[in-house]
Nanobody, 120 residues
Framework: QLQASGGGLVQPGGSVRLSCAAS????????ISWFRQTPGKEREGVSI???????YYGDSVKGRFTISSDITRNTVYLQMNSLEPEDTATYYC????????????????WGQGTLVTVSS
């Protein structure tokens, strides 16, 4: 199970940190990814981290967002800085039981989503 949290209202240029608490994930390795979606638009891949520490970012967030993990808490974080109105979306975390992941590979496990609104 995945539980996403941390969303809210933030001003342009501001920061927010999302959390994805994972439970029940087993196996030799897995990845957790963040996606975002706004009504009327396709889901967009934001960032990926796997259990060997490899990370990947979508072009629109490179240099502004940072993904990290705390293995002791089974939690993945997405630090979002220099936020823009275009970052407004519902953010979802998803997990896959493999260290080989991309934004297009299937993800069997999804969190419920947390809304981030960037507005003045």
């Amino acid at each position: 199970q995945l539980q996403a949290s941390g969303g809210g209202l933030v001003q342009p240029g501001g920061s927010v940190r999302l959390s994805c608490a994972a439970s029940g994930l087993t196996g030799d390795g897995y990845c957790i990814s963040w996606f975002r979606q706004t009504p009327g638009k396709e889901r967009e891949g934001v960032s990926i981290i796997n259990t060997i520490g490899m990370t990947y970012y979508g072009d629109s967030v490179k240099g502004r967002f940072t993904i990290s993990s705390d293995i002791t808490r089974n939690t993945v974080y997405l630090q979002m800085n220099s936020l823009e109105p275009e970052d407004t979306a519902t953010y979802y975390c998803a997990a896959r039981a493999s260290i080989h992941c991309s934004f297009t590979t299937p993800y069997p496990y999804w969190g419920q989503g947390t809304l981030v609104t960037v507005s003045s």
